[in-house]
């Protein structure tokens, strides 16, 4: 695959998102943004000199903000500040969301409002560029002060501490800086809370769902049309002269998928016996397409996010000051996170339904696709799995951005739960990629059973899959062939990135 190289002011698209979290890319900052770094690194030391007091550089964090801290201790406070925020819990970030991190993190200080040494971010790029990937807990971050907790787990490797995933071998984090010849970070003033705040765990989650999404957008049209196919259904409410006259984008696009997918089938006529279908079918564009507009929207949020600073506080070069003010404040991501959950949500929900109208055994279709009905309990208990991860979604979809809780003894009273709202979304994508699968799987058979010809392209990627899963005459281990539809869906491309929304 591509090794794109990417430079850190650039604008990335979800390809190149993706070539980060699958440690592809090249990173690369240039010189004169490395220029820049050093020239606001400069005005925070003037500062210092000229005794100024800003918040975080010599004072306290936090509810401290008011303690001011001696110059001696002004490496003990950063590295303090690291030490003490890394309180993370729960399971560890997938090593795709710790590089997707680390690249957002980078971009994020080499916009030189941070007050870094330039040599911090290259470490920064080093722990990237090696494939050393601190163990980041998913649970901790409010969404608020920047992503506190995760973000200070990812900085303990620059100091050497903890540990790290180093090409796939755990290592302690001051083994692998002496095994490269290099000594850990000693932070100067400012850079331990250049580190941490920001949004860059959120970033990262949201991203890595992004990538998800944009796949599962293709998987939701194809196999739904080959569910549509298999059920009998019918093609008038594709037709394009329909979707002229609500013109929304993706309610548009998905009708033009299901036409597509659905080319050359001999079931694809509107000389039936039944002259409409239930709304799980003939409502795919119109629920297909709202989720696809609603995650074009959320990639720009997280595009705009990605090319912010959210730190704080914030370093402008020219007149040395340090401003606090609240770009750390994960809101905009958190809003946009609750709405792709529902969104995606929506893609399971209308799936499992599609599931349910193939097993009722209507439309020439056997009671639960099973070939002897009652000895065999076909595909009944898929339905149920189904269900119940359709209902745990609606759990998740509760809006995590509508509670706040107050924090840091009052001075931090409004949060944003932004960094729930992310790990929420990415539970909920990855139900529903089982839910799918499942249908995935009771399409294919139903086809099977009832000799249906899906026509070119599904018959194609229906003959892919029964090569890795062959199809048996009775019941077999539901589960199994759960999991083989599963890793299926997951090793299969289906279009671009770039062109899913």
Not at 115 to 122: K, N
Not at 255 to 278: I, Y
Not at 399 to 408: E, H, L, M, T
Request: contains cysteine; charged residues 20%.
């Amino acid at each position: 695959m591509a090794h794109p190289v990417l430079n850190l002011i650039q604008t990335w698209s979800l390809s190149d998102w993706n070539a980060v979290a699958e440690g592809r890319a090249e990173l690369v900052l240039r010189a004169e943004d490395r220029a820049a770094v050093a020239a606001n690194r400069a005005a925070v030391e003037r500062g210092i000199e000229q005794g100024r007091v800003v918040y975080g550089v010599n004072t306290g964090f936090g509810a401290l903000c008011t303690t001011a801290v001696d110059r001696r201790d002004l490496q003990a406070l950063q590295r303090n500040l690291i030490m003490s925020h890394a309180a993370g819990a729960g399971p560890l970030a997938s090593p795709a969301v710790v590089r997707l991190m680390l690249a957002a993190k980078a971009r994020n200080l080499a916009r030189a409002h941070s007050g870094v040494r330039p040599e911090l971010l290259d470490a920064v790029l080093t722990l990237y560029r090696e494939d050393a990937l601190p163990e980041v807990p998913l649970m901790g971050s409010l969404g608020a002060s920047g992503d506190l907790a995760p973000l200070a787990h990812l900085s303990l490797a620059l100091l050497g501490e903890a540990h790290v995933l180093h090409r796939g071998t755990r290592v302690s984090s001051a083994q692998f800086w002496r095994n490269l010849g290099q000594n850990p970070q000693v932070l100067e003033a400012k850079e331990g809370l250049a580190l941490i705040n920001g949004t860059q765990f959120m970033q990262a989650v949201g991203l890595a769902s992004a990538l998800k999404a944009a796949q599962l957008a293709q998987w939701a049209d194809a196999v739904g049309t080959a569910s549509l196919l298999a059920y009998d259904g019918m093609p008038s409410p594709f037709e394009a002269r329909v979707h002229a006259l609500r013109p929304h984008l993706g309610q548009g696009l998905v009708a033009q998928n299901v036409r597509e997918w659905a080319a050359g089938s001999p079931l694809w006529h509107d000389q039936k016996a039944h002259v409409q279908d239930p709304y799980s079918f003939r409502c795919m564009p119109q629920v297909h397409g709202a989720s696809r507009d609603a995650w074009r929207y959320v990639v720009g949020v997280l595009e705009t996010e990605s090319a912010s600073v959210t730190d704080n506080p914030l370093v402008f070069t020219d007149s040395g000051d340090g401003v606090s003010a609240g770009h750390f404040h994960g809101q905009p991501l958190a809003l946009a996170f609750d709405y792709a959950k529902i969104a995606s949500a929506e893609w399971g929900s209308i799936s499992e339904r599609r599931i349910n109208q193939l097993t009722l055994g209507k439309r020439g279709l056997p009671m639960f696709l099973a070939a002897d009905s009652g000895v065999e309990s076909g595909l009944m208990i898929v339905q149920y799995a189904a269900a119940a991860l359709v209902s745990r979604n609606k759990q998740r979809a509760t809006p995590a951005s509508a509670d706040s809780i107050d924090s840091s003894a009052g001075q931090e009273d409004h949060v944003s739960m932004g960094a729930n709202a992310a790990t929420d979304l990415h539970e909920v994508l990855g139900n529903v990629e089982r839910i799918l699968s499942m249908e995935w799987l009771c399409a294919v058979q139903a086809a099977e059973r009832s000799g249906r010809n899906l026509g070119p392209r599904l018959e194609a990627l229906k003959n892919d899959f029964r090569r890795s899963y062959p199809a048996v005459s009775g019941d077999y281990y539901a589960h199994e062939g759960m999991e083989a539809a599963l890793a299926f869906l997951q090793s299969t491309t289906l279009g671009s990135l770039d062109h899913a929304f």
